[in-house]
């Protein structure tokens, strides 16, 4: 089973701040990777896919990049509506398909 | 739109029976592999089970197997989910999600909005 491991748990940033967060895996998924934003009472939703496709409808300051077992989920100026948890998951090897942890980013 | 609307959670004895339903709306079913994917309380997403679009081929998490049954009626635009031997560690907010492909493995959009199952006595 390939392990998703997020950091950090949880990320405070100032408003049009940067935002980092990142997902390494315990063997390589290739970019088989995905993101997905979940807001509190909401369902997931996907953010990016293929590790650098934004999914349609998100906004340009969602950004991924990595491959192989580092990934990074860049959001480059940060908006109060953006205050979420963040997932990643891999699809490169499976079942079991695997999540994440999550990085919760906080609005400071 | 795209749609996928959850039903069937509830209470629910340890030991007990329960079926959880997913309609689709606004796109083609038998094109898309579908899933479940659950949340604890409070905790991350853990992927239940997989179904190809023809019924194909079907995948558990571990934690599930031999205990829990997806099905699928495409004529129905419906995805199912039988859950037996209910325990506590059951206790989430399933999801069912769309797979990004026919056959199982991608990505998931869009998800429903869950719906509860709580095991308690």
């Known amino acids: 089973e390939i392990v998703m491991t997020q950091s950090p748990a949880t990320l405070s940033v100032s408003p049009g701040e940067r935002a980092t967060l990142s997902c390494r895996a315990s063997?390589?998924?290739?970019?088989?990777l995905a993101w997905y934003q979940q807001k509190p009472g909401q369902a997931p939703r996907l953010l990016i896919y293929g590790a650098s496709n934004r999914a349609t409808g998100i906004p340009a300051r969602f950004s991924s990049s990595g491959s192989g077992t580092e990934f990074t989920l860049t959001i480059s100026s940060l908006q109060s509506e953006d205050s979420a948890v963040y997932y990643c998951?891999?699809?490169?090897?499976?079942?079991?398909?695997?999540f994440g942890g999550g990085t919760k980013v906080e609005i400071k | 739109e795209v749609q996928l609307v959850e039903s069937g959670g509830g209470l629910i004895n340890p030991g007990g029976s329960l079926t959880l339903s997913c309609t689709a709306s606004?796109?083609?079913?038998?094109?898309?592999?579908m899933n479940w994917v659950r949340q604890a309380p409070g905790k991350g997403l853990e992927w239940v089970s997989s179904?190809?679009?023809?019924?194909?081929?079907?995948f558990y998490a571990e934690s599930v197997r031999g205990r829990f049954t997806i099905s699928r009626d495409n004529a129905k635009n419906s995805l199912y989910l039988q859950m037996n031997s209910l325990g506590a560690e059951d206790t989430a907010i399933y999801y069912c999600?769309?797979?990004?492909?026919?056959?199982?493995?991608?990505?998931?959009?869009?998800w429903g909005q869950g719906t509860l199952v709580t095991v308690s006595s």
């Open positions: 063997q390589s998924v290739n970019t088989n």
């Open positions: 999600a769309r797979g990004s492909t026919t056959s199982t493995g991608g990505w998931f959009d869009p």
């Open positions: 606004g796109f083609t079913l038998s094109s898309h592999s």
């Open positions: 998951q891999q699809y490169n090897d499976w079942p079991p398909l695997t």
């Open positions: 179904i190809t679009s023809t019924s194909t081929y079907i």
